[in-house]
């Protein structure tokens, strides 16, 4: 506990260093955590000093993680000192920036899918298939996936002959939220940086294939994929727009041509 002396505001003298357990809703989850601060013993003002303020949020971000099954800071600089891995190996290995791996152990919340990744890097596991997004590939799904966009828009999004040229694009952001929200990619699909902007990789000889699949051979929709769907065609209500904001991709822009575009750079991603 800090050693500090604080006077109640209310001008009740000296206030109280306790510590004590808060009982809270945090993102629509019931959480206790533990918090030092000052307290009056005249009118019950709780006072935080800086450091106070940041160890309670920490606390907030710990016992949050906890309840729902995500690694706390504590685990994860447990978990990587127990394999003797540095934070800039650890990231490394995940394909992420060493400043990522400094937030998530001093109380930044990672995702789900980072989660995921995090716990298979320390338990020395691969790190999942960054081109697939863990999934196999099912051209099926790439269909199920563009009609449930194209009703949810009400426009054609997938035509013969097109190259894909929109569609792609919209895929792509949905496979990579998709990723991000659940570490699941929904196709499968691999993409590549082109000229035009991401796009399927062989696409040429997808666009047959994905035209004549059936979507009844395809798993259905999760709840889940179809919101990130849908959260996909409310960003972007126009090819223009998906095509424009591809092409504002740092993720894109920097690779080469033909160079595949891992489904980790969907935490890069700024247009979505």
Known sequence: MEKKKLSCPAGHGEMKLTHKKKHMNFK?????????????????????????????????????????????????????????????????????????????????????????????????????????????LSIPRIKLALRYLEKVMAMKILKENDRLLYAAKYMWYIDMQAYKETGQSITGATYAALPMGPQLNNYKDLVAEIIKAQEKQAAPLTEEEKLVIEKVACAFPSTKRVYDAAHREVVWKEKSAGQFIPYSDCFRLTEL
């Not at 709780?46 to 971000?61: H, L, M």
């Open 28 to 136: 629509g989850v019931d959480i206790d955590c533990p918090a030092d601060c000052f307290v009056c013993p005249t009118c019950g003002l709780e006072v935080a000093t800086v450091s106070q303020g940041t160890d309670i949020q920490k606390s907030i971000a710990d016992a949050y993680r906890k309840k729902i099954g995500l690694l706390t800071g504590a685990e994860i600089i447990e978990g990587r000192k127990k394999r003797g891995l540095s934070q800039e190996k650890l990231a490394h290995m995940m394909k992420v920036g060493i400043a990522s791996i400094k937030r998530w152990e001093t109380g930044i919340i990672q995702s789900k899918s980072m989660n995921k990744i995090l716990q298979q890097a320390l338990s020395g596991e691969s790190c999942g298939d960054f081109l697939t997004g863990n999934r196999a």
